[in-house]
């Protein structure tokens, strides 16, 4: 039976957003890891991820959960899948900063971002979609309403770290802003009027799935450069996204396909 809401799962983000500020406070920078791939790995991410999806899997157990740290068997047949950054920002996270996340999303039967919750606790920032419902900021609707133009000088684009790697932003004519977390980057243009949009490098399905349940439900988009679908099924495995993910209302996004 699909899931109606994700209120209870709201309920154990917030328990694990806690948990997580409680242990940064400790958190010594040379206790930082890294995988294969030069990103970084704490022990927080490990003990968040284990409490979401154990407690997760005790209230749902026939689903799937996605999470970035470990693998898990997956069955397409099953009515819905659970999608978990347990600390998005992770490098962010391991310097003290505050500018990370935990974000856990749902994908319907057919792969679509069905809900999502992205947690700042340090900002004390709470972006929630629940199924069917608005999105809510800090329990308050969301109303976007763009006050600048995507050309403006004054406007702001969120990109990830890593975008360098792939385009040239020089043509852009605003400001270029990037506070840590790929999730929580992407949800700004909800909440800051200077905030036009923001770019995402070929990223991972825990990193944008629980802000695009968000920014769908607000009425914006989430999209491929290219302006090809982006299928949440191509990359259930953990590959990256097919090419670079550009957010924001349609304006911005025709906008920034033009200009990059």
């Excluded at 969301?142 to 000088?153: A, F, V």
């Excluded at 949800?187 to 009027?193: E, N």
Aim: hydrophobic share 40%; aromatic share 8%; net charge negative.
């Amino acid at each position: 039976m699909p899931i109606q809401t994700i209120d209870n799962v709201l309920k154990l983000v917030l328990t694990a957003g806690q948990i997580a500020v409680e242990e940064q406070q400790h958190f010594l920078f040379t206790d930082r890891d890294y995988k294969s791939d030069g990103s970084v790995l704490t022990s927080v991410d490990k003990k968040i991820e284990q409490f979401l999806c154990e407690n997760i899997l005790r209230l749902y157990p026939d689903v799937n959960i996605i999470s970035e740290e470990s693998s898990r068997p997956f069955d397409a047949e099953k009515s819905c899948t659970f999608v978990i950054d347990p600390i998005d920002g992770t490098d962010i996270f391991s310097q003290g900063l505050p500018g990370w996340c935990i974000a856990a999303g749902l994908l319907d039967h057919d792969f679509i971002p069905a809900a999502g919750i992205v947690y700042a606790p340090r900002w004390g920032s709470l972006y929630f979609a629940d199924v069917g419902r608005p999105p809510v900021h800090n329990g308050r609707p969301l109303s976007r309403t763009m006050t600048l133009e995507p050309d403006s000088p004054n406007a702001n684009l969120m990109v990830t770290s890593r975008i360098f790697r792939f385009m040239d932003l020089r043509s852009f004519k605003g400001k270029i802003r990037n506070i840590g977390a790929g999730a929580l980057q992407m949800c700004f243009p909800l909440t800051s009027p200077a905030v036009i949009g923001a770019i995402l490098g070929k990223t991972h399905i825990w990193d944008i799935a629980a802000a695009a349940a968000i920014l769908n439900a607000a009425g914006l988009k989430v999209e491929y450069m290219s302006g090809d679908e982006l299928l949440y099924e191509e990359i259930l495995d953990g590959r990256p996204a097919m090419d670079l993910i550009l957010c924001g209302s349609q304006r911005t996004i025709d906008y920034l396909r033009r200009i990059f």
